[in-house]
T-cell receptor, first 110, second 112 residues
């Protein structure tokens, strides 16, 4: 089983839609979680951190489910500019090594 | 504004050449990382460093080495470039005790 798994998509949604991505991780010792956004041919950029209590930033909500070992990202009222690849990041076991999922592609169309 | 700078955006090298990819960060970060990113494979860790002069192998270190002589600089070396090392190379850095990493703009390396 891979350390961090994501559905590659693409998720093709109309503007204004709500879309959610999940990311599962295999190591129960992991305790740090983030979502990154990567635009085509650009570097990944931090989107938001993920806490046990959930984290909301405008239209974006990130949540952690430790029991089932997954994190989620919810995007409400999708914009064309949200089109990108979304990468989840988990620390490798008890270390501080960022381990990335392969990313989920989101395409928002008019 | 935090900054991680990679020396080249695009690079074309010949098979067998020794290639140096440089990365400099201005955030006084302890941790530095080198990844390569290939379609369908995501980001894979090549090497990382938690401190000056320190280096650890990542998941795919074969054919690569690294150097960290100063805290702000982390170099990736391809000892003898091969066509299967054609890829996007991404350098990242973070503070000790966190995985919140900041990336350079990437170097797209083509080996011919």
């Amino acid at each position: 089983r891979k350390e961090v798994e994501q559905d590659p998509g693409p998720f093709n949604v109309p503007e204004g839609a709500t879309v959610a991505f999940n990311c599962t991780y295999s190591n129960s010792a992991s305790q740090s979680f983030f979502w990154y956004r990567q635009d085509c041919r650009k570097e990944p950029k931090l989107l938001m951190s993920v806490y046990s209590s959930g984290n909301e930033d405008g239209r974006f909500t990130a949540q952690l489910n430790r029991a089932s070992q997954y994190i989620s990202l919810l995007i409400r009222d999708s914009k064309l500019s949200d089109s990108a690849t979304y990468l989840c990041v988990v620390n490798k076991g008890g270390s501080y090594i960022p381990t990335f999922g392969r990313g989920t592609s989101l395409i928002v169309h008019p | 504004d935090v900054k991680v700078t990679q020396s080249s955006r695009y690079l074309v090298k010949r098979t067998g050449e020794k290639v140096f990819l440089e990365c400099v960060q201005d955030m006084d970060h302890e941790n530095m990382f080198w990844y390569r990113q290939d379609p369908g494979l995501g980001l894979r860790l090549i090497y990382f460093s938690y401190d000056v002069k320190m280096k650890e192998k990542g998941d795919i270190p074969e054919g690569y080495s690294v150097s960290r002589e100063k805290k702000e600089r982390f170099s990736l070396i391809l000892e003898s470039a091969s066509t299967n090392q054609t890829s996007m190379y991404l350098c990242a850095s973070s503070h000790r005790g966190t995985i919140e990493a900041f990336f350079g703009q990437g170097t797209r390396l083509t080996v011919v």
